[in-house]
Structures are given as structure tokens and as C-alpha cells.
């Protein structure tokens, strides 16, 4: 469980950036309210993950899961730049996840 945790944090890690470039871009109240919500649940989620997993490990998972999801949000949503070398180096730090849980 405390895996589907982490990566469940990771992902509304993700969320709360997204939700809180659109706030700063859109002013809208609600928007403030999902971007809390979300690092609400990313923070409960790396809390109970932390409860089993060692927490060097689960950081970086953690936060590589929201880098990660950060910039291919950007990409896909906010018109960032989709460089392949971008890719390149998500790809890379999707990979030092996987490994640091085949390691864990």
C-alpha cells in the first residue's frame, strides 16, 4: 500500500502545480481551492508512504514523480517548449524512480 500511496502523492504533487499555474493565470478562487486540496492530498499521501518506506527513497520518488509530471504538464497544457532533450531528461528521471523501487 504504501507504494499506491507515494505514487497517488506524486501524482497530485503534479496536480497542485497544475492547478496552481492556472490560478495564477486565470485569478479564479476555485482554482486556489483545487491547487489545496491537491498538495493536501500529495502531502497525506507522502505521510502515509512514509509510515513503511525509507524516506530518502520516498522523497525522491515523490518528487520526481511531480518534476516529472510538472514539466510534461507545461508541455502539454501551458505551450512549454517540447524540446526532445526536455523529454530525454524526463525519461532519465522517470528511470531513477524505477530504480530506486527495484532497489527499495
Given at each position: ?66 518534476a ?11 505551450g ?25
Open positions: 500500500m504504501a507504494w499506491i500511496y507515494l505514487v497517488l502523492a506524486g501524482l497530485s504533487e503534479m496536480l497542485g502545480v497544475t492547478f496552481m499555474n492556472w490560478a495564477l493565470h486565470q485569478r479564479k478562487w476555485w482554482l486556489w481551492g483545487l491547487m489545496i486540496l491537491a498538495f493536501t492530498l500529495s502531502f497525506g499521501g507522502l505521510e502515509l508512504a512514509l509510515q513503511t518506506l525509507p524516506m530518502g527513497t520516498a522523497y525522491a520518488i515523490w518528487t520526481g514523480i511531480g516529472a509530471g510538472g514539466v510534461l504538464t507545461g508541455m502539454l497544457f501551458f512549454e517548449s517540447k524540446d526532445w532533450r526536455k523529454l530525454v531528461w524526463v525519461v532519465v528521471i522517470l528511470t531513477a524512480v524505477m530504480g530506486l523501487k527495484l532497489i527499495s
